[in-house]
Each structure stands twice: as structure tokens, then as C-alpha cells.
């Protein structure tokens, strides 16, 4: 599991920074994945640099490029089925800078 999340986590974060042109997308680190016990549902936690009005529009962009974001991934990954991404906030990078 923990070798499929982390292949995961590349294959997002490769997919983020090369393969989208989306103007609403932009400083995005994606922190970690977790991938379910079955393969078919995968959180994925992203940073935002920006205030919170940037992160919703961040995330909506990713929300719009999921399918793109996903079909990159089934093809690092090579498995019977392709995880469902879902997309959450990761704020405890700005919170650690702030202190």
C-alpha cells in the first residue's frame, strides 16, 4: 500500500507541475497520498501557497483536471483499477511557517 500511494503521489505531482496549463493551478506541492485498502478511492493532500480565496480556486482547478490527473497515474500504476482522487487542503505547511 505504501508503494502504491507513494507512486501515486509522483505521478500527481509529475502531472501537476508538466502536464497541466490550467492558469488556476499554480504553486501546488502535493504532501502525501493515501490510497484505500481496495485501490479505488486515493486521497491526495496538497499545499497552496496564497490566501484562501487562491486554494479554493486551486482546488477547483484540480476538482476540473481530476480525470486528466487520473488517467496519468493509471498509467504509472498498472493496476486492475485506476483510484478515484480526491482532493484536500494540507494547511499544516503554512501553519508551521507562521510559526
Do not use: C, H, W
Amino acid at each position: 500500500m505504501a508503494k502504491a500511494a507513494q507512486a501515486i503521489k509522483e505521478g500527481v505531482g509529475t502531472t501537476i507541475l508538466t502536464g497541466l496549463r490550467d492558469p488556476r493551478i499554480k504553486n501546488v506541492t502535493v504532501i502525501a497520498a493515501e490510497a484505500s485498502a481496495d485501490m479505488r478511492t486515493a486521497k491526495v493532500y496538497v499545499s497552496v501557497m496564497g490566501d484562501p480565496k487562491v486554494e479554493a480556486l486551486t482546488l477547483k482547478g484540480l476538482e476540473s483536471a481530476k480525470g486528466f490527473i487520473q488517467s496519468k497515474v493509471a498509467d504509472r500504476l498498472q493496476t486492475r483499477y485506476t483510484p478515484v482522487l480526491t482532493f484536500v487542503i494540507d494547511r499544516g505547511v503554512k501553519k508551521s511557517i507562521e510559526t
